[in-house]
């Protein structure tokens, strides 16, 4: 059931005043134990929120709302316990482009100031993609598949470039150099640490980066599809190009059943050996993604498992690396 801002604000308001009863001003919010002075980072997911523990290090008390593979951030509902970490936070990290709302939604009911929240996607561009892609990332598709039903409704905002932004390495890289210079001005006797930290994060970013241009002469001519456009921006990266099927990660994001057209379609290329990898996002996994897995298993095409938040015991780098590994073997290399 969806509880009204209005009645999560109240419930805010009353959690607020419990907590300062409880523990009185010694030990409020972004204290530690020992007396020591942290920045409270509230991120709408996993991943932001190991970005930010990477900048923040010891200096920052990071908390993520979506924090499970099993937890779909497009359809989350914020609860008052969420709009009370947003309330002392003092800073905030979403993806913005409509793919995590509810962070908007608990801003606008504690009327936090416009622009208090960093956007990843704001930083799109600055990581080196500029071009809006439609709902489906979809860059080309085949003559006859030019009056192909598409499905423009989704579950969140698609009029914008493709927003699962996490995926473009270049994008976080960017992100991180923007919270360090937050966490340096609201703590400037550690902004050196922060500098250094993002820094240190960049240089990683440029390893992974590089990783995937050296898959560039493996995927030369060489075709993807998707269940839903997760992975996009890693996958055209590594020199990939997009034919799926227009319309069909669409429909299939927006959790609709996808016409016998386009599964059609979509079978035909799997088993004519027009894609080199089928990319699946097993977090919002239902009947139809285990039936094209099945297609693709049947026609011998390597299926690369992707999900949106940070699986257990996965840092960003690491789980990163790991998505290029896999496309790396499917790629017939490893």
């Known amino acids: 059931m969806r509880v009204p801002l209005s009645l999560l604000s109240a419930v805010v308001a009353a959690l607020l005043l419990s907590s300062c009863s409880a523990t009185g001003p010694a030990e409020g919010a972004g204290v530690t134990a020992s007396g020591q002075r942290v920045l409270n980072v509230v991120a709408s997911t996993s991943v932001y929120a190991d970005v930010a523990e990477a900048v923040g290090g010891k200096h920052v008390s990071v908390k993520a709302i979506v924090d499970k593979t099993s937890q779909d951030p497009h359809s989350y509902e914020a609860t008052a316990r969420d709009m009370l970490a947003l309330s002392k936070a003092d800073v905030i990290i979403a993806n913005g482009g409509g793919y995590d709302p ?9 009327e936090l100031p416009t622009g208090s ?20 990332g979809h860059d080309e598709a085949a003559p006859d598949e030019a009056s192909a039903p598409v499905t423009d409704h989704g579950t969140h905002d698609h009029s914008g470039p493709n927003e699962h932004v996490w995926y473009d390495v ?19 006797e550690h902004a050196e640490d ?22 560039r002469p493996l995927a030369e001519g060489k075709k993807f599809a998707m269940t839903e456009p997760l992975a996009y921006y890693l996958l055209t990266d590594a020199g990939l190009t997009d034919a ?17 057209l386009l599964l059609k379609r979509l079978t035909d290329g799997l088993h004519h050996g027009e894609y080199a990898v089928l990319a699946l996002n097993t977090q919002t ?20 498992s992707m999900t949106e938040t940070l699986p257990e015991g996965q840092h960003y780098m690491s789980w990163m690396e790991s998505n290029v590994h896999e496309l790396e073997v499917a790629l017939g290399n490893g």
Request: net charge negative; proline share 4%; hydrophobic share 45%.
């Open 102 to 110: 509810f962070m908007d939604s608990m801003a606008a009911g504690l």
């Open 285 to 304: 996994s239902g009947a139809q993604t285990d039936k094209v897995r099945s297609i693709a298993q049947e026609a011998g095409v390597p299926v690369l």
């Open 194 to 215: 922060f500098t250094d930290a993002a820094r240190g994060f960049d240089a990683q970013i440029g390893s992974l980066a590089g990783h995937l241009e050296s898959l």
């Open 244 to 260: 799926t099927p227009a319309g069909f990660s669409a429909a299939m994001e927006a959790g609709e059943d996808v016409s016998p």
């Open 170 to 188: 270049h994008t976080v890289g960017a992100l991180a150099a923007e919270i360090a210079r937050e966490y340096g001005q609201l703590m400037p």
């Open 117 to 136: 929240i960093l956007h990843a996607v704001d930083f799109l561009a600055a990581g080196g993609h500029t071009e809006a892609h439609d709902e489906a």
